[in-house]
């Protein structure tokens, strides 16, 4: 299990506000968490080789393994808020973390599907998002394959 505790990682902590690795002068390179808040949405899907097309360029298909599913199904739960949000014109924040949570529950439910069949890669992947009675639906759907990287010929007049 992979984590960002300092507790486990033995990186020493913060000394008058400021890190341990402090130098007066000196900006440190953005890292992901910097360009990329906690509070804003993300997709957090597992990783395995996944294309909306019918392959996946660089790699062959050795066996195709069938279909697989994945669907998820929120309920709105404030929807006055929702309402009053939106009718600010801005971005309704809260809606969409919701749809991000959705489609990555589905997208994962999927993956487990396919990797309980044996495969390593999902092609011809869709998604489809609709709202019913008040709640959310979201459906992902592809082709569970097994895949191998293809050998590149050597380029013969590389030194």
């Known amino acids: 299990m992979l984590t960002n505790r300092r507790s486990t990682l033995m990186v020493p902590g913060n000394v008058n506000g400021r890190p341990a690795s402090y130098t007066p002068g000196v900006t440190a390179p953005p890292t992901l968490t910097t360009l990329r808040p906690e509070n804003e949405p993300h997709c957090t899907a597992p990783s395995i080789l996944t294309s909306t097309m019918s392959t996946l360029p660089g790699y062959r298909v050795t066996r195709v393994l069938g279909a697989v599913f994945g669907s998820t199904t929120y309920a709105l739960k404030d929807t006055k808020a929702l309402l009053k949000a939106s009718a600010a014109g801005g ?22 599907d396919c990797v309980t069949r044996g495969a390593n890669a999902v092609v011809g992947v869709t998604f489809e998002e609709k709202e019913v009675l008040g709640f959310i639906q979201v459906s992902v759907c592809g082709t569970a394959v097994y895949v191998e990287k293809e050998k590149v010929p050597e380029n013969p007049f590389s030194p």
Do not use: F, G, P, W
């Not at 971005?91 to 487990?112: G, P």
């Open 91 to 112: 971005e309704v924040k809260s809606l969409t973390h919701i749809m991000y949570n959705a489609r990555d529950q589905a997208a994962e439910r999927m993956t487990r």
